[in-house]
């Protein structure tokens, strides 16, 4: 065959051709390339566009729905970032790592370009188009993944607090971007807490709850009928109430095989919903212990005999 | 600040940081997802479509104006994947795995979605979307990158001719994909021009160059006026027509750096033009040696001190 | 400076500088090389040669005693080989993979060959010198690494009952190796018990502890003074006996930081023992959860806030 | 098998299994571990000591003999660290990176401790023993070879013209340490070579060529009998002289692949040489062509097609 003398080509592929880590959770983060000119270009609303944000969450459920049921377990959105939270039982693409982030890349690309006339109607996507990069970490223990949402959502509070201060000495103070970065320097979150209110009149915890907590993606598993969860009205959720799960993180050990495939035919019709709710402290994710607590899906064939 | 206790997860991103290996060409090879299930849904003609390779070729001429002209020296297309070829100088994101691909996958993705409507007026896109995976290889050596792209055009010949016939017995002569595959099951590449011509009547030399050969993408540097070239008619060219360079590949040891310098801001300028020629042969490459030959734009830096 | 136009070969370091992912195992793993020629040349005993055991442990104890009292958790050696698991907390050399394979290996080499003398005084060492290669294998969990080491201590029993078999055919037997070889092929473990007894009167859990078992070698926490630790008696060990631990594993998780410290300080103060004892069954662990139950000696800054 | 529940853990090797890009010449760099006070303690002669350099030179000559006659092209040595060029047509280990750098290393350590009495033979070794880390870089072409050596050869000047003059101010001019490193502080090398000859008398160019210049060990091809070249006298060769080699390295292209085998052979025959002359300079690369300019040895699979 012709082409033989020339495969040899192929065997330089083995120099980059990472495999992540087994049993380890995998985050895939993806940004926004030059995001700060094409928000300029494409006029979004400073300092928070609630179509921008909506769009966003629609790419990102379209990465749950695209991967299957048991690939993802949380995502996390703020402004024009995702992180992507994989099961540790995850072997998709035997987790090679350029296949698992150029497919996440590839998905939310396709559907924020697509779905981009649904939440900006009046705003014809001018081109350079938006793009996204990516990268993936891998993180060893449950305690690592909630730091790394921790860090995430904290990020989130502290830029949003600025940018809403920003703003508003530029958009109801008349200042100029130098005056107010100027203004900003060196303040502590209590001042620029007392700058909104005292000069704006605004009360920051009054804002949005997806400005200031940013988007959280899962399958809520609790909501499936045939459960036994009673249904609790949350705040700040957007598409459905989550519901509290008596089941505690801990009973998970002794399920049986036949008991997690239910558990994960089950979680597979499970509604991909948005909240923006705290996922810093405990309570999140206590009462939704299947997000990273339980192993559900394919056995994690790299667990451990003892698990 | 509330922030820093979670920051060390920051951390873990070094180990799956890897930077490609610097003076090595980076080939970037995107593939789509799916895409057998994706052809069938969207109806593509059988056994190539015209509309799905041009707007494959649309996207990839994305991908050079959106990353600009000094980092693709040249890209392959054949169905539904695409070689871009990085120069061995490219220092971009400090060549950042990561950020090399899932770029150029975003791009080709974004592109690809937005110019569909384009391509296929009468065919809406549906759900799920069409995506794309990457990955990067290094090659050190201009034989391994040519040998690469062989290798690549090789093999469109060969799937080519074996989908011409394939898709001849089943369209032409009534035969099922099952019955197709038995009759070519061990033939060799004079059986099947032998079928195509006694059966059917095709001369396979006579179907179109873009599906024996592939497209290739590049920047036609030597047809940017002020240059002394001369125009010359070549078979295959879809764009623009491809001129010869009086300067031979050998000459660029001795240029100067201002030299260089006004090479790259010609080359910036080129139009990136589509052909769909032979480029296994030595005649390509030498009749354009700015492609690989030359090292132009910005300095190499990790090039050696003695070149 | 002249040297400063050479000095950009120091950026090609960066693509192969792995660090190893944090907050997990690291396991290396030494390899002698060539020692079936070695142990020829040197007229090892067959199918165990006790003197060469002996050396073995005393070069994995000095690579304990170089690296300090934190970094090494447990050892195990059977045959040519010799696994170091490393603490999950351990940052030596930041993690990088290079530095840390090697130095082991290194460490392990220079004792083998100066060490050689005295357990083979009659022996003088021929070139080509004894050599070992190694690698890092990276493991989230406990469990995987409990895994990993009964995994070698498995292929311990495997191999030595088949050497131990193949050797008695030859050695009391009179057979060649062919036909010791041809003679199990096949064979269970039960026929090759039989074969021991039937044939040479030999009961194979009588043999020798070091040979069924391997050699696992730790730091004796317990049997530092003003431990509240009870002494007892245990088989197979070598050096110092092993005493009950009444702390269970989980009570680490309530330690303070300051009695953490205080254990670190004991552990490093703690005798290197080797001992010949079952690792897979939990008896060994639960007993000495100081080993892989406890974070000790510096905090581990990757662990997680939570923890 | 009892084993085979716990082997799934092999399939974590995986992830750190890193091949070296093939076609690229691979440096391997050794640096002795704590030798500052290895050094004081087995009272080395500063600031050069000639028994542990020709130590050095021992240890990484054994390297070449241990691996085989076209693994390593060229060695250089300077202070406690060694660099070995391997041929870029190597394949050894499937050039698995933790494999090639950690043989490497154990190889020169293992000689380094088996060598020592030989050099030392009044100082017997005394714990911690001597021992080395090791990485590993690849250089994709001949330029980035030559540079990276230039640049170990331009830190020794640089490196042993500090050295000489700071232990002159101290041995011979009376001051202490502090005293002397505060004298050289913002010196230039006119400076110290003024110092030296000045106050000391001391022509720093009559210092011996193995400090000015470090240790050059490959292969003395050119000397191996039936070979067509006459012998020169050249300073600075320790063991063989040099002799001029009339084929250039350009004709090596036109070879047919019978001539490279007898190249090869003789190549293997050919006696390892240390040297101590200039390699910055073209002069030493153009004299020995078959050092890096030949491909030499086993076929190089990955060189492409039209070399």
New interface residues.
């Given amino acids: 065959?012709?082409?033989s003398?020339?495969?040899?080509?192929?065997?330089?592929?083995?120099?980059?051709?990472?495999?992540?880590?087994?049993?380890?959770y995998i985050v895939i983060r993806?940004d926004g390339?030059s995001f700060h000119r094409f928000t300029a270009v494409h006029e979004f609303t400073k300092p928070n566009d609630i179509r921008a944000l909506s769009l966003m969450n629609a790419a990102a459920k379209?990465v749950f729905?695209?991967l299957g049921g048991e690939v993802v377990s949380i995502a996390y959105g703020v402004s024009d970032e995702f992180s992507f939270i994989l099961r540790?039982e995850c072997n998709l693409f035997e987790r090679r790592?350029?296949?698992l982030?150029?497919?996440v890349?590839?998905?939310f690309?396709?559907?924020?370009?697509?779905l981009w006339a649904e939440y900006f109607p009046d705003k014809p996507?001018q081109r350079?188009?938006?793009?996204?990069?990516?990268?993936?970490?891998?993180?060893?223990?449950?305690?690592?993944v909630?730091?790394?949402l921790?860090?995430r959502q904290?990020?989130c509070?502290?830029n949003n607090l600025y940018n809403t201060t920003f703003w508003a000495l530029i958009q109801q103070g008349g200042m100029t971007a130098q005056e107010a970065e100027k203004e900003l320097m060196g303040t502590l979150s209590k001042d620029k807490n007392e700058i909104l209110f005292s000069r704006f009149g605004i009360n920051y915890n009054n804002e949005e709850e997806i400005f200031r907590k940013g988007s959280i993606i899962y399958r809520n598993y609790a909501a499936v009928p045939d459960s036994t969860a009673e249904t609790e009205e949350k705040a700040g959720a957007e598409t459905a109430p989550t519901t509290t799960v008596t089941v505690p993180a801990e009973t998970q050990k002794g399920k049986s095989r036949s008991q997690q495939k239910r558990e994960a035919k089950k979680l597979a019709k499970a509604e991909v919903v948005v909240e923006h709710v705290d996922i810093i402290k405990d309570t999140f994710w206590e009462t939704r212990p299947w997000i990273i607590h339980w192993t559900l899906g394919r056995p994690n064939?790299?667990?451990?005999?003892?698990?």
């Fill in positions: 065959m012709a082409n003398k020339f495969e040899y080509v192929k065997h330089f592929e083995q120099s980059n051709a990472t495999h992540l880590l087994p049993n380890t993806i390339r379209a729905h695209d540790k790592e350029a296949k982030v150029t497919t890349v590839s998905i690309t396709a559907y924020y370009v697509s996507l350079p188009l938006p793009t996204f990069d990516g990268r993936a970490v891998c993180y060893p223990s449950i305690e690592n909630r730091d790394y921790s860090w904290a990020d509070h502290i064939e790299y667990a451990g005999t003892s698990q």
